[in-house]
């Protein structure tokens, strides 16, 4: 198999996705305040689990991740001064920028699913054949 997780990993991928699930959860329940917290507390110690702390550290630290990392933070401090709304537009884009290095392994990690790896390599298939069923 391709990719192998330890038991330290699968405790980290099961942080993140609780962290993204509170977060999803404080959304739709109208940008609830604890819910957002905790999800970011989750998702950080998940990144951080995942990552190692020291990995997670430079990841933060590193010179050309400063727009990321202070987008993330100050998405974290305006949750925290009740701009729920503002906060969490401010952690995606922050999200985006300091995780763009990784998108090449998510994108190959996600074309090795079943059903997306599909989807993913052949969307102009998946499209003709909606077309076509609808007409």
């Given amino acids: 198999m391709a990719y192998e997780l330890s038991e330290q990993k699968k405790v980290g991928l099961?942080?993140?996705?609780?962290?993204?699930?509170?977060?999803?959860?404080?959304v739709i329940l109208f940008f609830d305040r604890g819910l957002l917290a905790l999800g970011n507390i989750f998702w950080l110690t998940g990144v951080a689990i995942l990552l190692g702390w020291r990995s997670t550290l430079q990841l933060f630290t590193d010179r050309r991740n400063y727009k990321g990392s202070v987008s993330f933070l100050l998405g974290i401090f305006f949750i925290f001064v009740r701009w729920p709304v503002v906060g969490i537009l401010v952690e995606i884009y922050g999200c985006i920028v300091l995780f763009s290095g990784f998108w090449p392994s998510i994108k190959a990690f996600l074309y090795q699913i079943p059903v997306i790896g599909w989807i993913l390599q052949y969307p102009a298939l998946l499209i003709n054949q909606f077309t076509k069923r609808s007409a």
């Fill in 14 to 26: 099961g942080l993140i996705g609780f962290g993204i699930f509170f977060t999803f959860l404080a």
